[in-house]
């Protein structure tokens, strides 16, 4: 499959399962109170936050994949890493309190938005840990090939962006469903989906590798 249309598949499926953490809380809540443009430069700065660790990530990976064994090595790692993930999030729990504000959003300027996008997921070690175990696992096979790597994360990026723009949009119309039973029925499906996400990236590993 084309590097482009791979990368696709899992912005959406990150959108789809993963899209519901403070980025989430933070957009909704400026979209209802501050209107879909100021809405939109949160999420500009949300994506530069992404593009900016999967660009370190790429960088490091590069310095340390010499080989295809490794690639499988990381690919096996990054396999139980999201295992482990998905354990978590399946029973972490979630109580909302719809009279609490995510973000206190008090300056008019656009740079105030851009930046607290940016930030906004700095402090977060799931977006730390999650990105590069993406790149050593899941996009391993397109870094020996500039062009391709580049092509799967512009896939999976503009796809999380339109959703988050998506997520702005119909703000309102979200806001009435956002509910604790909501929220750990989403953290289920995601727990589960990341633990059979790991579990078919260490078969593909080791496939990879010849012990399959």
Do not use: C
């Not at 740079?111 to 996008?117: A, E, H, N, Q, V």
């Not at 391709?148 to 796809?159: Q, R, S, Y």
């Amino acid at each position: 499959m084309h590097p482009l249309f791979e990368g696709m598949i899992l912005g959406l499926t990150l959108a789809l399962f993963f899209g519901f953490g403070p980025a989430f809380f933070a957009l909704v809540q400026t979209g209802i109170h501050r209107g879909f443009s100021k809405g939109f430069i949160l999420a500009i700065g949300v994506f530069l936050n992404d593009l900016t660790v999967v660009s370190i990530s790429i960088v490091a990976a590069r310095a340390v994949m010499e080989n295809m064994h490794k690639h499988q090595l990381f690919g096996i790692a990054g396999g139980f890493i999201l295992m482990i993930f998905g354990i978590l999030t399946y029973r972490h729990k979630i109580v909302v309190n719809s009279n609490d504000e995510v973000v206190n959003i008090s300056e008019p300027h656009a740079i105030t938005y851009l930046i607290k996008g940016f930030l906004l997921n700095i402090a977060n070690p799931f977006v730390w840990l999650f990105w590069p175990t993406i790149v050593l696992g899941v996009a391993a096979p397109f870094m020996d090939t500039t062009s391709d790597i580049i092509l799967f994360f512009t896939g999976t990026l503009a796809v999380v962006f339109s959703s988050d723009v998506t997520k702005v949009y119909l703000a309102t119309k979200i806001k009435g469903y956002i509910t604790d039973k909501f929220l750990r029925l989403i953290n289920k499906i995601a727990g589960i989906i990341l633990i059979i996400f790991g579990i078919a990236l260490i078969i593909r590993s080791l496939y990879e590798s010849g012990i399959l």
